[in-house]
């Protein structure tokens, strides 16, 4: 993976998915970015630092249209203007961290070998994870009814929960 820097977008391959997405049409942008999430979430086996990226840049993406979520700025990222979000993407775009976060991940294997357990890498999704975690914990009743029923029909990987 050619990486550059340490933001979500700064690596060959999210600047690629960032492409595809302008490539997309606007329905397509969301299913781009559901389909990056889920095949993080149902990687049973050792994530590949690719499908790890992929799903980095979706989740911030997501994480952006949250309340208090950080604009993605850079000139790697999506040129085209993004559809507004459905809310379930949220708890997948958390999902999809904690997947990219746990053991059997070549991203944060790499990651950890370059920049510690307390690099700058570390702490963007630290942040991402909390804005999402922030935006979940405030949706309305009826968001979260939606969430959940797109979370009970998502498979889960061994060990997440």
Known sequence: ??????GHFDNDTAADFAADLDDAT??????LVRAALLRTIETQDYLDDDEGASAVAAAALV???CPGGLPVETVYGPDEPLPQFP???RLLA??????????KSELRDLWLEADGADGEWQSGIAR???TLTAAIS???PAEASTAISAEMSTPQPDGLS
């Open 87 to 89: 809310a379930d993407l």
């Open 128 to 130: 991402l994870r909390a």
């Open 63 to 65: 994480a952006e249209q």
């Open 26 to 31: 606007e329905a397509g942008r969301t299913d």
């Open 138 to 140: 405030t949706e309305t």
């Open 1 to 6: 993976m050619g990486t550059w820097d340490t």
């Open 94 to 103: 958390l999902r999809a961290l904690d997947r990219v976060m746990a053991d």
